[in-house]
């Protein structure tokens, strides 16, 4: 037995300071030291098997014990030991067999000489390991919950068991408009108003009858503006389960109501323009080849709900067989990913009708790539196909009417020249020449005249027809100043036939002026003109308001139209009457047909033979 292990055994037997001091801890390690041979300390077993070491294999040195102590708590020991040999106690971290550290706590007595010089040094060691570790994790966990606390996106609050706020983060400040200050040891209730202080969930949590308490609720500003928040409450118990505080939280719920009723709107939008432009929504799973269709879908195509086979196969055997096989194409390039799907096609409908489609689609794709379905849209625009072609005919058109104006206008300039020759040369030859002249050459040279004399007035119509549609202006025209204007110029033929023009007060009108008095100078001219033969003119014109414009009538007690040429007498050179006693060149209301398709309208008649005619045209110039 080591002579200090002796010694200790018979001091407790006779020292009742030493067993005392001894009983008084749960002991992990017995060190006994002579320090006047303090290279042959006493430690006991229990200390080794704390450290995990075994005891033959424990580290053999002069100071075995100094050998495990962390290398950092070395200098510090020694110099306690040096400088307090009073009764030094430490806390001192130690190597365990493990690799780990060991934390020991170490208290000591010293025993001294009479004349006062240390002797003897007793230490005890009780290992406090656990409790180190769980002071270190209670740190970690504080310092966790508070970067979690100042840095949340929620606002949070630590709040005392009576209600006051102990704590509060930086979140909680803005969503309230409040600083720190004015918050700390104030009461919640009376901070946040609201519904808050009718709530009462404290009593739940401190008798265990809830975890947690979670509402929506409407708090209080420091401007006293009304917002809802998101407000989450829990009670936070020390290790024996006694209640320490509440941790509040609260989420301004006021950008996320404002995001949701824009959700709201724009959904109400879309399904409104869905509704109005009759878009189908479709979906194409790419491995099952299964499709799902909206209601405008089944419209689209023709198809009645429930009888039509949902997959892929089926909805190109819907397709024009001429369009099947491109579409198919399209979709494989969208598929790998080489192009968008977007395209027009025929479908034919169950009665033979054919339908023009456009379709348009994403691809939804897994995170690796790979093409999971199409999410689609479809709508009708057959309408808009045949928009296209009348557009494209009237375009046509239009290229060939003016065309067909320049030759008009080459053709007339160019024959009117020979033609002024012609008609002068005959003139100098009757005027010369016509008492020389026998009845025959007098009948020949004045037909020549008389047929010149008509081809100069054809030609200029055919010039005024060209120029119709050159250099116009819209502008408001008064038709009662119009009407008189033309009764002017008339005045002689109105004189002579006693003819008769009636009209009550006209509009006025966006209109081309002196196209407008062309126009009822040419109606009212043949009215006066196809009279009968026995019977004044009797002309009457009136007019309506049509939507986008002005509807108008001229009606006569001339003698009529047959139904045969009614069609026929708006076209240049066609005459209804080829009787020699009603003069004319067949442009006059080729003349007013034009000037009707200028002005956007049209222009027709109603008629009977012997019963009058009624000419009625549209000016529709107010859009």
């Not at 505080?245 to 939008?269: G, V």
């Not at 001429?322 to 969208?334: R, S, T």
């Not at 009708?380 to 009417?401: F, Q, V």
């Not at 060149?585 to 009977?608: F, P, Q």
Request: net charge negative; aromatic share 10%; charged share 25%.
């Amino acid at each position: 037995m080591h002579y200090l292990e002796k010694e200790l055994s018979e001091l407790i037997q006779k020292d009742d300071t030493t067993l005392n001091f001894l009983n008084g801890h749960i002991i992990d390690g017995l060190l006994y030291w002579d320090l006047e041979r303090p290279e042959e300390p006493w430690i006991d077993e229990q200390f080794w098997k704390t450290l995990g070491y075994d005891v033959k294999t424990r580290p053999d040195a002069r100071l075995p014990w100094l050998d495990i102590i962390h290398p950092d708590d070395v200098i510090v020991v020694t110099k306690n030991f040096q400088e307090e040999h009073s009764s030094p106690n430490q806390t001192v971290r130690y190597i365990h067999q493990n690799s780990s550290i060991s934390w020991l706590k170490c208290k000591s007595v010293i025993t001294k000489s009479k004349q006062g010089k240390p002797t003897r040094l007793l230490g005890i060691h009780i290992d406090i390991t656990q409790e180190k570790q769980a002071e270190t994790k209670l740190k970690i966990s504080e310092a966790q919950f508070k970067s979690s606390f100042d840095h949340s996106p929620l606002g949070m609050t630590v709040n005392s068991l009576d209600g006051k706020i102990l704590e509060v983060n930086e979140r909680f400040c803005q969503i309230l408009g409040y600083n720190k200050n004015e918050l700390i040891n104030e009461h919640f209730a009376g901070m946040v108003g609201g519904d808050y202080s009718s709530l009462g969930y404290e009593d739940d949590l401190l008798d265990r009858k809830i975890n947690y308490y979670s509402a929506e609720l409407e708090f209080s500003t420091r401007s006293e503006k009304k917002i809802s928040v998101l407000f989450n409450a829990s009670l936070v118990r020390n290790g024996d389960g006694d209640p320490m505080h509440f941790i509040a939280q609260i989420e301004d719920l006021t950008e996320s109501r404002l995001a949701d009723e824009e959700i709201t709107r724009l959904a109400e939008r879309l399904v409104l323009a869905k509704e109005a432009a009759r878009i189908g929504i479709w979906e194409l799973e790419i491995e099952t080849k299964n499709l799902i269709w909206d209601d405008h879908m089944h419209e689209m195509y023709g198809v009645q709900q429930g009888s039509f086979h949902y997959n892929y196969n089926s909805w190109l055997n819907l397709l024009h067989p001429d369009d099947a096989p491109g579409v198919k194409d399209k979709i494989q390039l969208a598929i790998e990913g080489k192009q968008e799907f977007k395209t027009e096609f025929r479908i034919v409908w169950s009665d033979a009708t054919t339908r023009y489609i456009h379709a348009a689609a994403i691809v939804r794709r897994d995170y690796t790539g790979r093409a999971i379905n199409f999410i689609g849209s479809s709508w009708d625009i057959t309408e808009n196909k045949k928009t296209e072609r009348s557009l494209s005919r009237m375009a046509t058109l239009e290229s060939k009417r003016k065309e067909m104006e320049q030759f008009a206008y080459i053709t007339s300039h160019d024959l009117r020249e020979p033609l002024l020759t012609i008609k002068n040369f005959v003139q100098l030859l009757i005027e010369d020449n016509s008492d020389k002249f026998s009845e025959e050459s007098k009948y020949i040279s004045n037909s020549i005249l008389n047929a010149s004399i008509r081809m100069e007035t054809l030609i200029l119509g055919l010039l005024d027809y060209s120029r119709l549609s050159k250099q116009r202006k819209l502008a408001l025209v008064n038709i009662n100043d119009i009407l008189k204007d033309v009764m002017s110029d008339l005045d002689s033929l109105i004189s002579k036939t006693d003819a008769l023009i009636d009209y009550d007060k006209l509009p006025v009108i966006n209109g081309y002026e002196v196209e407008l008095k062309l126009l009822f100078q040419n109606l009212i001219h043949n009215a006066i003109k196809f009279t009968k033969s026995d019977t004044a003119p009797v002309i009457n014109i009136n007019c309506s308001k049509i939507e986008d414009g002005y509807k108008f009538s001229v009606s006569d007690n001339g003698i009529g139209i047959s139904p045969l040429n009614q069609e026929k007498i708006f076209a240049m050179f066609r005459r209804a009457h080829n009787d020699a006693k009603y003069e004319g060149t067949g442009i006059g209301l080729a003349h007013a047909k034009k000037i009707a398709e200028i002005h956007n309208g049209e222009i027709w008649v109603s008629s009977r033979e012997g019963g009058g005619s009624k000419f009625y045209f549209t000016i529709l110039t107010d859009s």
